[in-house]
């Protein structure tokens, strides 16, 4: 049994007349006749929307022990992830004293970023409820994880920069996109590439990515109103996150890779995914949306490219629109910077454009492209920078 039916629950939803009916053997609220089986995080949305958290609020015993669960679950996802993570760093690329240092900061920083969302009660089912669906796919896991260790230890021994990347349709891809990010097979024109894409970062931010995604969810505001455009969306992972948090805007992602769209469009439900290059977006596009969203795209492009894709932004935005993105951090927004990280990321994880991005003047960039920076704000282990194009007269 859980701990949410011996707490009660069943019968505090009763009493209470909630609008959801709690079944005690083990199943979710639903309309009478109809069963889903219960998770911890099914119960916290459903108990959300009935008087918005009415139980949670009034039993302090019942909150109490979801955060303890909680907390364990944060615990559990940042040392299992990021310990993985440093095991393979180190079979593929012997760690420096200085690297290692960096890695126990970063496990620390994840923790206390848990620890920070863990005070936003909303954010409880989306963050961590959507970890159950990780648990399904963790046995595949392994099996990438060695197939990528032994690329990385081919090209080294080799000594190469990159494997040959051959598209597979006649769509004009940019120079630069024809890499093998992340040593990738084909990099990003592969369904494999697609697939491992959410887990490589899960594993790099050693399970802090959902939270950091949530700083672009709070950039918008919660309805349906509002036109959005993701560029080089990949599998727009963020969305469902953001959707289960009531941004239930029109949403339209582009991306380059007809692979991760695939993906996209198979895993994320309402939305328009095109493939196109986002410093060439259709000219009928002009102010057509209200936000303009990126997502750790930036620091895998030249900053010429990178130039085009903000002015191009600018030129999508209706006057007065949004543009949202993060990335990560710059040499501007470290306390303390070593250049030795930033090289050494850029070799393992195949990022040859990295450096280029830690040192672009991205405030100028937006300048540029007429929009004014609104917030740069520091978001554990990346940046979120918002801009606005300025109103009609």
Not at 138 to 149: T, Y
Not at 187 to 202: E, P
Not at 328 to 350: C, E, G, L, S, T
Request: charged fraction near 25%; include cysteine.
């Amino acid at each position: 049994m859980s701990v949410l039916a011996k707490s009660g629950l069943p019968a505090l939803a009763a009493r209470h007349k909630l609008t959801c009916v709690v079944r005690t053997h083990l199943h979710d609220a639903a309309p009478i006749g109809r069963t889903r089986p219960l998770t911890p995080s099914g119960i916290i949305g459903k108990v959300q929307d009935s008087r918005k958290g009415y139980i949670l609020a009034r039993y302090p015993t019942v909150r109490r022990l979801l955060l303890a669960w909680l907390r364990v679950v944060a615990y559990f996802r940042v040392n299992a992830y990021g310990g993985v993570a440093q095991l393979l760093w180190w079979t593929t690329l012997p760690m420096t004293a200085v690297e290692r240092g960096h890695w126990r900061d970063w496990m620390r920083a994840s923790l206390s970023l848990h620890e920070r969302m863990l005070r936003r009660p909303e954010l409880w089912r989306v963050l961590f409820g959507l970890g159950w669906v990780e648990l399904l796919v963790a046995p595949l896991m392994p099996l990438v994880a060695l197939v990528d260790v032994a690329r990385v230890l081919y090209k080294r021994r080799a000594g190469l920069q990159s494997l040959r990347v051959r598209p597979r349709d006649t769509f004009s891809y940019p120079e630069y996109y024809l890499h093998d990010f992340h040593h990738q097979p084909n990099g990003g024109l592969s369904l494999r590439s697609a697939l491992a894409y959410d887990w490589q970062v899960r594993f790099l931010f050693a399970g802090t990515e959902r939270l950091m995604r949530q700083a672009v969810v709070d950039a918008l505001p919660r309805g349906d109103s509002l036109a959005v455009l993701d560029l080089g969306c990949g599998t727009a992972a963020w969305l469902t996150q953001a959707r289960a948090l009531g941004r239930n805007h029109r949403y339209t992602g582009v991306d380059l890779s007809p692979e991760y769209l695939r993906v996209a469009r198979i895993c994320r439900r309402g939305g328009t995914f095109l493939q196109a290059n986002a410093e060439e977006l259709p000219a009928a596009w002009d102010g057509r949306f209200d936000v303009v969203v990126a997502i750790w795209l930036f620091h895998e492009l030249p900053s010429a490219a990178i130039h085009r894709i903000i002015r191009e932004a600018a030129r999508v935005l209706r006057p007065g629109g949004k543009f949202v993105f993060l990335d990560a951090k710059q040499r501007v927004d470290h306390a303390a910077y070593d250049p030795r990280i930033p090289a050494n990321f850029m070799d393992y994880f195949a990022e040859p454009y990295f450096a280029g991005w830690v040192e672009l003047d991205l405030e100028a960039a937006l300048r540029d492209a007429g929009l004014s920076l609104e917030r740069r704000k520091r978001v554990h282990h990346s940046v979120l920078l918002t801009g606005r194009k300025a109103s009609a007269g």
